[in-house]
Every structure is written in structure tokens, then in C-alpha cells.
């Protein structure tokens, strides 16, 4: 049974950091790839970046370039969103999916978590 719990988020003032965590159980991370994605209020999810099966790293938003890094840990089945440099607009109820493979198209996003939410705000 595939389930995917997302954790890490919080209050963070501007310029801080946050590590998320998103640990898979039902399907290993070597035969998928896992995208965060981020839900602001009143506002579409959409894709920020995605982990691919063999570990490469595809953005969907520029603005998170250079701020933003997914990694992951095979053994442990959990995928890592570190951020740092956090603005004010990085508020947002953050999720991470199955995706496979990463191509930040709607419809590739399959089962995703209950959400974390981070917000940046002094």
C-alpha cells in the first residue's frame, strides 16, 4: 500500500532555512521519481522540482534555483527538500509525489501526502 507522509515544515523568518522530509512506503525510490510541489492560499499545487529515478534533479520554478535542493536516501526510502533562503512568497503547503518520470505536467502527479506547511514570515 503506497503512503507518503511529509514532514519538517514551520515558521521561518526571512533568509532562514528549512529541511523537509517525505518518507515513501509502498514503492522504492529506485523505480520512481518523487517531485515536491507547493500549494499557496487561494492558489493552484504546482510542481517546484522533481528527483528522478536515477537521482538527477529537474526544476519546474526558476525562483527556487540556487535556494532549493531535492535529495534523497535510497535506504530509508525518504526524499529531502532542503531550503534555504526563504522569501515571504515560499509560504505554502508543501507536498511531495510520485512522479514518473519528472516532466512537471498535472497529470504526472500521482499520490501525494497530507502536506507540510511552511511559512515565511518575520
Known amino acids: 500500500q503506497l503512503q507518503i507522509v511529509e514532514s519538517g515544515g514551520g515558521l521561518v523568518q526571512p533568509g532562514g532555512s528549512l529541511r523537509l522530509s517525505c518518507v515513501v512506503s509502498g514503492i522504492t525510490l529506485n523505480l520512481t521519481g518523487i517531485a515536491w510541489l507547493r500549494q499557496a492560499p487561494g492558489k493552484e499545487r504546482d510542481g517546484i522540482l522533481c528527483?528522478?529515478?536515477?537521482?538527477?534533479?529537474?526544476y519546474y520554478v526558476e525562483s527556487v534555483k540556487g535556494r532549493f535542493t531535492i535529495s534523497r536516501n535510497v535506504t530509508q526510502n525518504t526524499v529531502f527538500l532542503q531550503m534555504n533562503r526563504l522569501k515571504p512568497e515560499d509560504t505554502a503547503t508543501y507536498y511531495c509525489?510520485?512522479?514518473?518520470?519528472?516532466?512537471?505536467?498535472?497529470?504526472?502527479?500521482?499520490?501525494w501526502g497530507q502536506g507540510t506547511q511552511v511559512t515565511v514570515s518575520s
Open positions: 509525489a510520485i512522479e514518473k518520470p519528472c516532466s512537471g505536467l498535472p497529470a504526472g502527479y500521482d499520490s
Open positions: 528527483i528522478s529515478i536515477d537521482g538527477e534533479t529537474t
